[in-house]
């Protein structure tokens, strides 16, 4: 079959380096242009374009793929089927009819649960057990199409956002050879989502990473891995006769310790060891970053930094 991948961040890695191990033709990338701003790049280049180069496929990256002017390239492709995984933008019934079987996208989630554009940090959030990869047959609907394969795995207690998307995007490219396979046979017998079973999974806010104290230290705990590493969890130390200090927090163990001192205040902060009330126990940070700093263990924190017990962490 003639693919075209169409995905911009890393969670396609492994499922694009996957297509040139089959018996199929990949005559394309389609990726994002890396953000602008006062004309300057704000971040590198896709890697997929990379892989792409290595492997002599032309590579398009234009701000619309459903718009007038790109139309005559998505039907010179003569594309069998558009392979979607982390791409950024919603396929039109139009673009998905331009190939001949459509489109496939690799969602981060267990469909119909978790929905948009970061499953992976929301499943994380909400303190979810288990996960994983779901193959879906595309519609023009944000990730509502009729389910092809899937895969679960398990969450560890330590993994962060970023440790998960590694191995949820190593489970995607094993999907992929038995779902090609299908889809070139006719094989393929694809399971409608329950809607009523449906979850929303947004894109992250800077905002989404400021800790509210009210919260149990648990569900602080889920929240700092699951900013991480983009928009970090942080917090506001507020300091008499000063203004308050952002800090971004490290990993947090949770201790189940009752504690009268309202969320937010500092219970302890001696040598190594600093903890902060919440709505439900208490967490212990293990490092902190200073605004325009580098992040400091606890230890070297408080050689530098007059924080003591009875002072309060919250927001700005």
């Not at 492709?77 to 933008?89: E, I, K, P, S």
């Amino acid at each position: 079959m003639r693919l075209v991948m169409m995905g911009t961040g890393p969670f396609g890695e492994p499922t694009f380096r996957k297509l040139y191990e089959l018996p199929h033709q990949v005559v394309g990338l389609v990726t994002s242009r890396p953000r602008l701003r006062r004309g300057r790049r704000t971040e590198a280049p896709s890697q997929l374009r990379q892989i792409a180069l290595e492997h002599g496929t032309p590579v398009y990256e234009p701000e619309d793929v459903n718009g007038r002017e790109f139309r005559p390239q998505l039907l010179e492709f003569r594309a069998d089927l558009w392979v979607v995984c982390d791409y950024g933008q919603i396929l039109s019934a139009d673009t998905l009819a331009a190939a001949r079987l459509g489109g496939i996208n690799v969602h981060a989630s267990l469909l119909p649960k978790y929905r948009g554009a970061a499953p992976i940090q929301w499943a994380i959030y909400h303190g979810e057990s288990t996960t994983g990869v779901s193959i879906i047959h595309m519609t023009p609907q944000l990730d509502a199409g009729p389910i092809i394969a899937q895969a679960g795995t398990s969450i560890a207690p330590e993994e962060t956002a970023e440790d998960l998307e590694r191995r949820l995007a190593y489970i995607a490219s094993t999907l992929m050879p038995n779902v090609l396979n299908a889809l070139e046979k006719g094989a393929v017998k694809p399971i409608p989502q329950d809607p009523a079973k449906a979850s929303k999974a947004p894109r992250l806010k800077k905002t989404d990473g400021l800790i509210d104290w009210s919260r149990p230290a648990q569900a602080i705990r889920n929240q700092i891995r699951a900013v991480q590493p983009w928009p970090t969890a942080y917090t506001f130390w507020h300091r008499a006769q000063s203004p308050p200090l952002r800090l971004i927090l490290g990993p947090v163990e949770v201790e189940e310790t009752v504690t009268l001192e309202s969320p937010g205040t500092v219970v302890e902060a001696v040598g190594d060891r600093l903890r902060v009330a919440t709505g439900q126990g208490l967490v212990r940070l293990s490092s902190l970053q200073p605004a325009g700093k580098r992040m400091l263990s606890v230890e070297e924190f408080l050689r530098g930094y007059p924080l003591k017990a009875g002072h309060r962490f919250g927001p700005p």
